[in-house]
């Protein structure tokens, strides 16, 4: 089982970026899909999430409005269209999996999440 996150890099204040989160080793529809990202100094915050089959979706209120999910079952991948970006949009991007049922506000917590990506740095420049 791999998560394999991509797309990052150096974009100027207001452009957009395209990540990628593409899965082996299992299908990613059965799965809750988050995207996580840690800035330097700070704690890990989960920005998005989608539930198995895609049946609901979550935003955080910092980028709600600017960042769309969306998937790619041929292509086993997951995608985060982040648009209107900002320097504090800056941090490294992680994508999560698990295959357990989220209750509540679980999606949020990263220690819900077995698998892990390695990480994309976006870099948002003001």
């Known amino acids: 089982v791999q998560l394999q996150a991509s797309g990052g890099g150096l974009v100027q204040a207001g452009g957009s970026l395209r990540l990628s989160c593409a899965a082996s080793?299992?299908?990613?529809?059965?799965?809750?899909i988050g995207w996580f990202r840690q800035a330097p100094g700070k704690e890990r915050e989960g920005v998005s999430y989608?539930?198995?089959?895609?049946?609901?979706?979550y935003y955080s209120d910092s980028v709600k409005g600017r960042f769309t999910l969306s998937t790619d079952k041929v292509k086993n991948t997951v995608y985060l269209q982040m648009n209107s970006l900002k320097h504090e949009d800056t941090a490294v991007y992680y994508c999560?999996?698990?295959?357990?049922?989220?209750?509540?506000?679980?999606?949020?917590?990263?220690?819900?999440?077995?698998?892990w990506g390695q990480g994309t740095l976006v870099t948002v420049s003001s």
């Open positions: 999560a999996a698990s295959d357990r049922t989220f209750y509540g506000s679980d999606y949020e917590e990263p220690q819900r999440y077995e698998y």
């Open positions: 080793g299992f299908t990613l529809d059965y799965y809750n």
């Open positions: 989608i539930s198995m089959r895609g049946a609901s979706t």
